[in-house]
């Protein structure tokens, strides 16, 4: 049902019930999983893939710390860094690489803060044409 999920990543603490929660999905579902985050500070939208920066290097020893996880846990994932604007690049991702669910943290926000900045896992949701699964951080 799910062989690949797209388990986006923020690096922020919300990760953490999303990244436990996937464990146990990926393992009774069989899936493989690719980790994504959005490097979106000035070199990684300036620069994309030839962006070098302390962001990069932290944003992919992140992923591989979380890949690895994973993995010693025997469940087949692979990491990817992408650059520039977080809903773009998801967006742009699951259409070019597809996959059967993309599961999504979200912070939490209340109305003011939503109206007026909106939500990646909001925008990301209404874009495409794959079940969301959006799991609250606490």
């Not at 690096?11 to 019930?17: E, F, K, L, M, N």
């Amino acid at each position: 049902m799910y062989d690949k999920i797209l388990v986006t990543l923020d690096g922020t603490p919300t990760d953490r019930a999303m990244i436990e929660h996937v464990k146990q999905l990926a393992t009774l579902a069989h899936s493989h999983l690719v980790l994504l985050h959005v490097a979106d500070g000035w070199a990684a939208r300036t620069y994309g893939p030839d962006a070098v920066s302390p962001e990069i290097v932290e944003d992919t020893a992140y992923l591989e710390k979380i890949r690895a996880e994973f993995q010693a846990a025997g469940i087949p994932a692979q990491a990817e860094l992408a650059y520039g604007e977080p809903v773009k690049e998801i967006i742009k991702w699951v259409e070019q690489k597809g996959c059967d669910l993309v599961a999504m943290s979200t912070h939490g926000h209340r109305f003011l803060a939503d109206l007026f900045l909106g939500t990646t896992a909001s925008r990301v949701q209404h874009s495409i044409r794959v079940p969301v699964l959006l799991l609250k951080a606490k």
